[in-house]
């Protein structure tokens, strides 16, 4: 894997930022007000992949900001994970129409994108949020109840399936596996040594977000 120079990486994220946004590979782009591309930081050690843009994201042109993103939010600041740690996005940047799942042909046109931001972001721990995001990312049908909460060492990474938090805000009794999943996470990356160990005993947020 070549490693960037950060004003390299800078430039060539710009032309990658600018490619998505002039995408039209796929039926999508006819039904998107924006391309959703990611946040948090550009390199990461930690990469979290989720389906593909809802209504708000779509909006604002920003992933997970809507209900299941501020549960994401509040699991990874409960784990003192910042957006110096992590970059997110989804197979798909654009919506697809009434938030169905992103159909193969769609998720193939997108592929090479993300190939593209993997590269950049260079990630050694990769989350992978909810059943569609594991069957485009990893080639499985295999049900996320039963992919969830264990390694996949593939090439040097690190890759960890679990629950979309979409689902546990209409299965809030999940919600204690997908806390001990982002636990184990916070874990790996602390034994690569990319962060230190937590002084205190995260506690899990309750409620419906
Ligand atoms: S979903 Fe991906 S491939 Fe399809 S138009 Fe959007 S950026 Fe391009």
């Known amino acids: ?24 590979q796929c039926s999508l782009s006819t039904t998107r007000k924006n391309v959703v591309i990611a946040r948090g930081r550009v390199p990461a050690p930690l990469m979290i992949i ?11 042109g920003i992933p997970f900001v809507g209900a299941a993103g501020k549960l994401l939010n509040l699991l990874l600041f409960a784990f003192d994970l910042t957006d110096q740690d992590y970059h997110i996005c ?16 769609e998720a193939a046109a997108c592929k090479p994108l993300l190939a593209q931001q993997f590269r950049l972001v260079q990630p050694r721990v990769i989350v992978l949020l909810g059943a569609t995001a594991c069957q485009y990312f990893l080639g499985t049908k295999t049900g ?3 992919l969830r909460g264990q390694w996949i060492e593939k090439n040097g990474y690190f890759i960890m399936p679990t629950f979309h ?3 546990i805000l209409r299965n809030n009794n999940e919600r204690i596996r997908l806390w001990q999943d982002i636990g184990l ?4 990356l602390e034994e690569l040594g990319f962060l230190q160990p937590l002084d205190d005993i995260p506690v899990m947020p309750r409620g419906r977000q």
């Open 50 to 60: 989720g389906e593909g843009p809802g209504a708000d994201e779509d909006a604002q």
């Open 90 to 105: 989804n197979i798909v940047k654009c919506r697809p129409p009434q938030n169905r799942v992103p159909a193969p042909d």
């Open 144 to 146: 996320i109840t039963k």
């Open 185 to 188: 996470v916070r874990a790996k």
């Open 1 to 24: 894997m070549s490693v960037l120079v950060q004003s390299d990486r800078e430039t060539a994220w710009q032309a990658f930022s600018e490619s998505c946004r002039q995408c039209q």
């Open 165 to 167: 938090p979409a689902y």
